[in-house]
T-cell receptor, first 118, second 108 residues
Framework: GAVVSQHPSWVICKSGTSVKIECRSLDFQATTMFWYRQFPKQSLMLMATSNEGSKATYEQGVEKDKFLINHASLTLSTLTVTSAHPEDSSFYIC??????????????FGPGTRLTVL | LAKTTQPISMDSYEGQEVNITCSHNNIATNDYITWYQQFPSQGPRFIIQGYKTKVTNEVASLFIPADRKSSTLSLPRVSLSDTAVYYCLVGDVDKLIFGQGTTLQVKP
């Protein structure tokens, strides 16, 4: 149980285009989803937290107009990188957490999406 | 949020027991201690979580002293496939702050 998937697993795009990354909880309902970014040889950095049906809460320094997050259902969250530039190239990882009091009350991570912006 | 300190890297050999210690001097009363494993180009994988004393599961043990200012992840009889980065996290499940982690290299 507690499987989280991401799609695509990797994507290459041209500078100035937008890219959408999906995160799905496959066997549980995720009341909260998280998006992280990881640059090579560095640790994971939390970008934003989203609750189903609510606006995402962004960490300091993360541009909310550039990284659009939608959490429209209890099993799906999307991250859209708008007007991507080479410096946005990174490994994007999502995680999902179930409701408090359930066995899913911890963060389960997806496999990550490698974004390369040319 | 409690900050954690871990060794940057460790080396071991196959079949040995590996102990990775994490310091978290400012841990709060309600904080749990959680360890994750990450392989290159993959998302972190939950290993073990504890609050105090000792916790054991099928892959590892977690030792937490009474003052809870540190914790030790113990991996019994490591294999080459245990080569990864190990992260110690302290705090609320909704605010996981990843430190630099410990890169464990298991040699044949």
């Amino acid at each position: 149980g507690a499987v989280v998937s991401q799609h695509p697993s990797w994507v290459i795009c041209k500078s100035g285009t937008s890219v959408k990354i999906e995160c799905r909880s496959l066997d549980f309902q995720a009341t909260t989803m998280f998006w992280y970014r990881q640059f090579p040889k560095q640790s994971l950095m939390l970008m934003a937290t989203s609750n189903e049906g609510s606006k995402a809460t962004y960490e300091q320094g993360v541009e909310k107009d550039k990284f659009l997050i939608n959490h429209a259902s209890l099993t799906l969250s999307t991250l859209t990188v708008t007007s991507a530039h080479p410096e946005d190239s990174s490994f994007y990882i999502c995680s999902a957490r179930g409701a408090a009091g359930t066995t899913y009350n911890e963060q389960f991570f997806g496999p990550g999406t490698r974004l390369t912006v040319l | 949020l409690a900050k954690t300190t871990q060794p940057i890297s460790m080396d071991s050999y196959e079949g040995q027991e590996v102990n990775i210690t994490c310091s978290h001097n400012n841990i709060a009363t309600n904080d749990y201690i959680t360890w994750y494993q990450q392989f290159p180009s993959q998302g972190p994988r939950f290993i073990i979580q504890g609050y105090k004393t000792k916790v054991t599961n099928e892959v590892a043990s977690l030792f937490i002293p009474a003052d809870r200012k540190s914790s030790t992840l113990s991996l019994p009889r490591v294999s080459l496939s245990d080569t990864a980065v190990y992260y110690c996290l302290v705090g609320d499940v909704d605010k996981l702050i990843f430190g630099q982690g410990t890169t464990l290299q298991v040699k044949p």
